[in-house]
Every structure is written in C-alpha cells, then in structure tokens.
C-alpha cells in the first residue's frame, strides 16, 4: 500500500516570507515517483515537479525548491519569497506501481496556502 | 506540453437525469485515461482507470453501473454518471499521461450540480 501525508492542512502568511509545505509518504516500492500540484481556486490542477526515487539532488526553480530525503520519506516544497498568486491548495502525490495501474497517482489530502498582502 | 481538455467546465442537471463528460487528450495518444472526484476542500478521489478498447477498471466502492466510462479511442474518455443525484454533485477531473510514471495532465474539471 502506498500512502501520502500532507499534515498541514492550512498554511497562512504574508506576502513576501518563506514557506515550506510538509509532505511525507509511505511505499514498499524501491522505485517510486514523487510529485508536486498546484490547484488554484479556479480548480484546474498544474503540474510543479516529478522526482524520482534514485534522484536526491534538491530541485531548484525560480522561487521554488524542492527538498526529497529518503531517509525521512519526506518530499517537502518551499517557496521562497510568497506572493499573492502562490495561494492555492498544493497536492504531494506519488506513483509506486505499474503495469495495469499505469500512472495511478496517490495524493495527499493538500495543503491550503492563503498568502496576504 | 500536452494538454487535455475537458468538457463541459460546469453543469446544473435535474435529479434523475444523466450527464456526460468528455476527456480528450488533444496533442498526444493516451492509452490510459483516470477520472477523479473531489469533494470541496478535500483531496483527489481516484474513481476509475479507463483502458482504451477495454473496460474501465473501478476502484472500490465506486458504482460502475453508476458512473459508465467508455475510452472509444486513443484521445477520448468520456464519464456519464447516470440517473444523478443531488449527492453526485462535485467536481470531477480527467487525467492521462504519455507513460506510466510521466507527470499526468489534467483537464480543467467538470463541476457538476444535481437539483
């Protein structure tokens, strides 16, 4: 079974700070897929970033960066420098199985980021 | 990048009746289309894998006779939820991918309203 943890449900901060969102995952599969979401208020879901399971080198993309350890089964996502437009619900997601399954995503529950003027 | 599209974005239907969506995958060929439901401030309910040429393989507890999937060709799946209630209403989202593990693209999700 494959599992994916986003224990914060609701972040808020004001424009201009940090902010990390948490996402952990539980998967008995060596090779795995890790993935980050963005879905704005208007619903439509825009993919960040894929990582997989052999790949541990932190990711970097403008104000995004992305933090995978292993040893802590831990994918979290900071972006640095908030703005207004970074308000959106962020889902971790991660693919562990193939053949049938094809691409069939496990999401966590979200985390809600509200980012204040 | 690929793209999907899904139609309609918004639907109000009366109790009763059926509804349609349509997935297609407009710039690339997709032999596995998903369909979720979300409900609002949860996550992302997997509902169904569907197969092109084949039937759609349902996850637990989802009502197949309910929810009809048919993947007629490589770019489109269409979801029709039958005889819909009022507790059918949510938002569902179609997804497909160029390959297992590739990023899956998502349509812009339907938002369907049973009266």
């Known amino acids: 079974a494959q599992k994916v943890t986003q224990a914060q449900t609701e972040i808020s901060v004001v424009e201009k700070e940090d902010v990390t969102l948490d996402c952990v995952y539980e998967t008995r599969d060596t090779t795995y897929y890790l993935f980050w979401y963005k879905q704005p208020p208007s619903g439509e879901l825009v993919f960040l970033i894929r990582?997989?399971?052999?790949?541990?080198q932190n990711e970097i993309s403008g104000r995004y960066s992305w933090n995978f350890q292993k040893s802590t089964s831990s994918f979290n996502f900071t972006i640095t420098a908030s703005q207004v437009v970074d308000s959106a619900v962020y889902f971790c997601?991660?693919?562990?199985?193939?053949?049938?399954?094809?691409?069939?995503?496990?999401f966590g529950e979200g985390t809600q980021l509200t980012v204040n003027p | 990048g690929a793209v999907v599209s899904q139609h309609p974005s918004w639907v109000i239907c009366k109790s009763g009746t059926s509804v349609k969506i349509e997935c297609r995958s407009l710039?690339?060929?997709?032999?596995?289309m998903f369909w979720y439901r979300q409900f609002p401030k949860q996550s992302l309910m997997l509902m169904a894998t569907?197969?092109?040429?084949?039937?759609?393989?349902?996850e637990q507890g989802v009502e197949k006779d309910k929810f009809l999937i048919n993947h007629a060709s490589l770019t489109l799946s269409t979801l029709t939820v039958t005889s819909a209630h009022p507790e059918d209403s949510s938002f569902y989202i179609c997804?497909?991918?160029?390959?297992?593990?590739?990023?899956?693209?998502f349509g812009n999700g339907t938002r369907l309203t049973v009266t």
């Open positions: 569907s197969n092109e040429g084949s039937k759609a393989t349902y």
């Open positions: 710039d690339f060929q997709a032999t596995t």
């Open positions: 997804s497909a991918s160029l390959s297992a593990y590739s990023p899956l693209h």
């Open positions: 997601a991660l693919i562990s199985s193939t053949g049938t399954s094809g691409s069939r995503l496990t």
């Open positions: 990582r997989n399971s052999f790949d541990e």
